[in-house]
């Protein structure tokens, strides 16, 4: 699997952002995908996690009610709508995907054995 997260830039506080993440082959259907971030000097952060049918999401809770984790099994695309993005939110996003037939919650790193290249959201105070 081959992830592609695409969408970042900068906005002002209080803007939004789409990311998107687009998968490459036949699974993505079938597996959990999750958005994480990682600001400078930190650890990689988790964002938000979607099931394979969308029947569960899951977010931290500093970005409860402002994000929107979604996805679209026919595009092979999972999205993250950011609104109400604060300064704190900067940081570079990676999209994840976990193997076909792993049962997790999808709030850890080591829950993903696939990662996209990340892309850099920065707000501006």
């Known amino acids: 699997v081959q992830l592609q997260a695409s969408g970042g830039g900068l906005v002002q506080a209080g803007g939004s952002l789409r990311l998107s993440c687009a998968a490459s082959?036949?699974?993505?259907?079938?597996?959990?995908m999750g958005w994480f971030r990682q600001a400078p000097g930190k650890e990689r952060q988790f964002v938000a996690t979607?099931?394979?049918?969308?029947?569960?999401?899951y977010y931290v809770d500093s970005v409860k009610g402002r994000f929107t984790i979604s996805r679209d099994n026919t595009r092979n695309t999972v999205y993250l709508q950011m609104n109400s993005l604060k300064p704190e939110d900067t940081a570079v996003y990676y999209c994840?995907?976990?193997?076909?037939?792993?049962?997790?919650?999808?709030?850890?790193?080591?829950?993903?054995?696939?990662w996209g290249q990340g892309t850099l959201v920065t707000v501006s105070s």
């Open positions: 082959g036949r699974t993505f259907s079938s597996v959990r």
């Open positions: 994840a995907a976990t193997r076909p037939g792993t049962f997790t919650i999808g709030n850890r790193v080591y829950d993903y054995d696939y």
């Open positions: 979607i099931s394979w049918n969308s029947g569960n999401t």
